[in-house]
């Protein structure tokens, strides 16, 4: 178990919805990372928040958005949901510093 | 932008034998940290082993170990004494110093034979 916390575990939903996936970083970990790993596109960063701030954005579509709240949970909100959008949806946390980040068991998201 | 390659989609060895599982990457910068992930079925993201660029030594951790080639951008994880336990997808992946977002490969798949 990394202590990385992330709900639901699956998630199936219809296109053009709405959903929001729910991460608890590690302990202590300040930093919150967010990525997408689908057939196509592998393992992709989305966005990471550091404390609350957007430190770094990556390959994150504008239809998807994030927050990291004072108790430094996470959530990854994503709209106008499209097939292509199925995916399994990382979390990881890392403490202060240039260490490994601990990923969570993920979210698997269904679009149907 | 920094790349990662993995060239072998699948791999396969028998239990108790050694195999090596191949990582390359591209990257301008001289000082930066790469890792080996491992993902089994149940999903979850296992962090292997890590090297960071400026170290000459190769990374060990039991019966993980890397041959990290800096000059020719190679870093390839070698499994000894293969376990069932052992079968997983394996990413490498490179991360910046002082940046914390990392880059994964395709991944390989290693099946593990009894």
């Known amino acids: 178990d990394s202590g990385v916390t992330q709900t639901p575990k699956h998630l199936i939903t219809a296109t053009g919805q709405r959903v929001t996936l729910r991460c608890s970083p590690r302990?202590?970990?300040?930093?919150v990372y967010w990525y997408q790993q689908s057939l196509d596109q592998g393992l992709q960063f989305l966005i990471q928040y550091y404390n609350g701030e957007e430190r770094a954005k990556g390959n994150i579509l504008e239809r998807f958005s994030a927050q990291q709240f004072p108790d430094l949970h996470s959530e990854l909100n994503l709209s106008s949901l499209e097939l292509g959008d199925s995916a399994l949806y990382f979390c990881?946390?890392?403490?202060?510093?240039?260490?490994?980040?601990?990923f969570g068991q993920g979210t698997r998201l269904t679009v149907v | 932008a920094q790349t990662v390659t993995q060239s072998q989609p699948e791999m396969s060895v028998q239990e108790a034998e050694t195999v090596t599982l191949s990582c390359t990457y591209d990257t301008s910068e001289s000082d930066y940290y790469l890792f080996w992930y491992k993902q089994p079925p149940s999903r979850q993201m296992i962090l292997v082993i890590r090297?960071?660029?400026?170290?000459?030594q190769n990374a060990t951790e039991n019966r993980f170990s890397v041959n990290f080639q800096k000059a020719a951008k190679s870093f390839s994880l070698k499994i000894s004494d293969s376990q069932l336990g052992d079968a997983a997808m394996y990413f490498c992946a490179y991360r910046s110093k002082g940046a914390q977002k990392l880059v994964f490969g395709q991944g390989t798949r290693l099946t593990i034979n009894p």
């Open positions: 990881a946390s890392s403490p202060v510093g240039d260490t490994e980040a601990f």
């Open positions: 090297q960071e660029a400026y170290k000459q």
């Open positions: 302990s202590g970990d300040l930093s």
